[in-house]
T-cell receptor, first 116, second 112 residues
Framework: KAGVTQTPRYLIKTRGQQVTLSCSPISGHRSVSWYQQTPGQGLQFLFEYFSETQRNKGNFPGRFSGRQFSNSRSEMNVSTLELGDSALYLC???????????????FGAGSRLTVL | AQSVTQLGSHVSVSEGALVLLRCNYSSSVPPYLFWYVQYPNQGLQLLLKYTSAATLVKGINGFEAEFKKSETSFHLTKPSAHMSDAAEYFCAVRYNFNKFYFGSGTKLNVKP
């Protein structure tokens, strides 16, 4: 069973540019969540998509957006990049079944974004 | 507010010694609880999960954790540390809905 695939793994951008990151979940998983990981702030929840709808949202500015396609693949976009956006962006997929104890997050390897 | 607290951002043990990583959650309602491990430049990997079936949960690589409702704790232990256990460990909780809350992480260093 293929795991969660994130592309690209590494990228370098300059301030003011925008970036799009992609995440392919485990087959059959309908939920995709995104997290930002930095040394200072740890793991911070960005948003979760379930069946093409944003179901949960963290406390990030509107420059951070996402979407999910009918095949459950997800993309996140960051516009007008700032130096502080440099981070490891992690995608995680799950069944999304909220009442099930078997519902766990499976993470991809992440996309490391450096903003210069 | 619901939260997860991991005591100790860095823990150092000798190879062969007991590993104890602490996690406390804040809720009167028992949540689903998880421990994840992260190796450098990788994503998080599930070590174990508590889903109310048993209070002592065994995970991969010899790790286990015990759910203690009275203490709102879910500490992670391993009887004998191995060099390959050096990594960062995250405790996480999930309540209703699919929102997970992660602790700030504990970096485990294993000395030879």
């Amino acid at each position: 069973k293929a795991g969660v695939t994130q592309t690209p793994r590494y990228l370098i951008k300059t301030r003011g540019q925008q970036v799009t990151l992609s995440c392919s979940p485990i087959s059959g998983h309908r939920s995709v969540s995104w997290y930002q990981q930095t040394p200072g702030q740890g793991l911070q929840f960005l948003f979760e998509y379930f069946s093409e709808t944003q179901r949960n949202k963290g406390n990030f500015p509107g420059r951070f957006s996402g979407r999910q396609f009918s095949n459950s693949r997800s993309e996140m976009n960051v516009s007008t990049l700032e130096l502080g956006d440099s981070a490891l962006y992690l995608c995680a997929s799950s069944s999304g079944t909220t009442s099930s104890g078997a519902n766990v997050l499976t993470f991809g390897a992440g996309s490391r974004l450096t903003v210069l | 507010a619901q939260s997860v607290t991991q005591l100790g951002s860095h823990v150092s043990v000798s190879e062969g010694a007991l590993v104890l990583l602490r996690c406390n959650y804040s809720s009167s309602v028992p949540p689903y609880l998880f421990w994840y491990v992260q190796y450098p430049n990788q994503g998080l990997q599930l070590l174990l999960k508590y889903t109310s079936a048993a209070t002592l949960v065994k995970g991969i690589n010899g790790f286990e954790a015990e759910f203690k409702k009275s203490e709102t704790s879910f500490h992670l232990t391993k009887p004998s540390a191995h060099m390959s256990d050096a990594a960062e460990y995250f405790c996480a909780v999930r309540y209703n809905f699919n929102k997970f809350y992660f602790g700030s992480g504990t970096k485990l260093n294993v000395k030879p």
